[in-house]
């Protein structure tokens, strides 16, 4: 008994060292549940499409904490942001995984979170009507696109606009939800729609033709999000935070491999979304790059870059300091505890990569 408890003693002072700060005392230092949240898709029982739900089928932060009494509550929100954001202020979660803009409109309002790694990206698809003569982005000039406004989605179309050179000025933005948006494109009173691969069912019916996808485009206009914690929990639990955040790193990895691919879609597959779509939304994408949890020079440079539009869009009032806003030291301890400190590359603002090893 003597030498258990001794054991126990020596992992929770090395994991709460690594971390860099005294935790409570030891018997203190676990809370009884930890509430997780994510963006919810498909219909009767919603499901990610994301990290988290890899985490949370495969057990990844389960079996970071099957030594403890804590129990896991995973949610996931089929209205999305501004449900998670009210979620955090009515103190219901600890963690949530969920688009920048979004999560920056939070911290704005005041929401006390701390972003601990990226969620990786989330390809973002535009399709045009298939009887009108748009076959590109620069063809959307003086045209009604469906989009949902203050997303991801939103920042991606105005990226991707910009991109082709055309501004918002250029286009009249319809502002409907995605069930919203495919009745619109098929009784004709949109030209086009920009979204994630739910509408892809609509081109294999001759309704709609893919004129844009994010991921094919340099991922510049590709959804990003954050992976955030209370900052209240993360000063209270810091060798919860650093389990949670390396059970989170585990899926990343675990999804890096390409031997999982095909569970890793079987697991997505419970949104409804089908396996056919999912192939060909991830079509020639590494998962290892396209979910890299690391919040590197590339991601903090997406990141001020939505931060910027959500003061243009007059989303937010107040400035994000995103220095003061990540906490980088559970990752980069995660990462060194596992010994993944080189798996992902690290990139440039521009999304260049440096090497990096198998």
Same mark, same amino acid.
């Not at 060292?17 to 809370?31: C, H, I, K, N, R």
């Not at 959307?140 to 939103?154: D, F, W």
């Not at 491999?257 to 089908?274: P, S």
């Given at each position: 008994?003597?030498?258990?408890?001794?054991?126990k003693?020596?992992?929770?002072a090395?994991?709460?060292?690594?971390?860099?700060?005294?935790?409570?005392?030891?018997?203190?230092?676990?809370?009884?549940?930890?509430?997780l949240?994510?963006?919810?898709?498909?219909?009767?029982?919603?499901?990610?499409?994301?990290?988290?739900?890899?985490a949370?089928?495969?057990?990844?932060?389960?079996?970071?904490?099957?030594?403890?009494?804590?129990?896991?509550?995973?949610?996931?929100?089929?209205?999305?942001?501004?449900?998670?954001?009210?979620? %955090?202020?009515?103190?219901?979660?600890?963690?949530?995984?969920?688009?920048?803009?979004?999560?920056? %409109?939070?911290?704005?309002?005041?929401?006390?979170?701390?972003?601990?790694?990226?969620?990786?990206?989330?390809?973002?698809?535009?399709?045009?009507?298939?009887?009108?003569?748009?076959?590109?982005?620069?063809?959307?000039?003086?045209?009604?696109?469906?989009?949902?406004?203050?997303?991801?989605?939103?920042?991606?179309?105005?990226?991707?606009?910009?991109?082709?050179?055309?501004?918002?000025?250029?286009?009249?933005?319809?502002?409907?939800?995605?069930?919203?948006?495919?009745?619109? %494109?098929?009784?004709?009173?949109?030209?086009?729609?920009?979204?994630?691969?739910?509408?892809?069912?609509?081109? $294999? =019916?001759?309704?709609?033709k893919?004129?844009?996808?994010s991921?094919t485009?340099?991922?510049?206009?590709?959804?990003?999000?954050?992976?955030?914690?209370? $900052?209240?929990? =993360?000063?209270?639990?810091?060798?919860?935070?650093?389990?949670?955040?390396?059970?989170?790193?585990?899926?990343?990895?675990?999804?890096?491999?390409?031997?999982?691919?095909?569970?890793?879609?079987?697991?997505?597959?419970?949104?409804?979304?089908?396996?056919?779509?999912?192939?060909?939304?991830?079509?020639?994408?590494?998962?290892?790059?396209?979910?890299?949890?690391?919040?590197?020079?590339?991601?903090?440079?997406?990141?001020?870059?939505?931060?910027?539009?959500?003061?243009?869009?007059?989303?937010?009032?107040?400035?994000?300091?995103?220095? =003061?806003?990540?906490?980088?030291?559970?990752?980069?301890?995660?990462?060194?505890?596992?010994?993944?400190?080189?798996?992902?590359?690290?990139?440039?603002?521009?999304?260049?990569?440096?090497?990096?090893?198998?």
């Amino acid at each position: 008994m003597h030498r258990r408890f001794t054991l126990k003693f020596i992992v929770a002072a090395a994991l709460t060292s690594v971390v860099g700060f005294a935790g409570p005392a030891l018997g203190q230092e676990f809370p009884a549940k930890i509430r997780l949240g994510d963006v919810g898709f498909g219909f009767g029982q919603p499901f990610g499409r994301g990290l988290v739900a890899i985490a949370d089928a495969k057990g990844f932060i389960a079996d970071e904490f099957k030594d403890t009494p804590v129990k896991l509550e995973f949610t996931y929100f089929v209205n999305t942001g501004p449900a998670i954001n009210e979620a %955090i202020a009515n103190q219901q979660l600890e963690f949530a995984s969920y688009g920048a803009v979004p999560n920056t %409109i939070g911290k704005a309002n005041g929401l006390p979170t701390r972003i601990l790694l990226s969620y990786g990206g989330t390809t973002i698809f535009g399709g045009a009507r298939a009887d009108l003569p748009i076959n590109s982005v620069k063809d959307l000039k003086g045209r009604k696109i469906a989009v949902q406004k203050a997303t991801i989605i939103h920042w991606s179309l105005i990226t991707t606009l910009r991109q082709n050179g055309l501004t918002e000025r250029d286009v009249t933005l319809v502002d409907l939800k995605n069930a919203d948006q495919l009745a619109a %494109i098929n009784a004709k009173s949109v030209d086009a729609i920009f979204g994630g691969s739910f509408f892809l069912p609509l081109r $294999d =019916q001759g309704v709609l033709k893919l004129i844009s996808n994010s991921g094919t485009a340099g991922g510049k206009a590709t959804g990003l999000g954050a992976f955030v914690v209370t $900052d209240e929990f =993360q000063k209270q639990y810091p060798e919860a935070t650093l389990r949670v955040t390396r059970g989170l790193l585990r899926a990343a990895h675990w999804l890096g491999q390409e031997a999982n691919r095909e569970e890793a879609f079987g697991i997505w597959a419970r949104t409804g979304v089908t396996l056919p779509i999912l192939r060909e939304e991830f079509d020639g994408v590494s998962l290892k790059n396209a979910f890299n949890p690391v919040p590197d020079d590339f991601f903090t440079a997406q990141y001020r870059g939505v931060i910027a539009f959500n003061k243009e869009q007059k989303l937010i009032r107040n400035d994000v300091d995103l220095g =003061q806003w990540l906490e980088p030291k559970y990752v980069e301890a995660g990462l060194k505890s596992l010994d993944l400190q080189s798996f992902w590359p690290r990139r440039n603002a521009d999304g260049a990569a440096a090497g990096a090893s198998n």
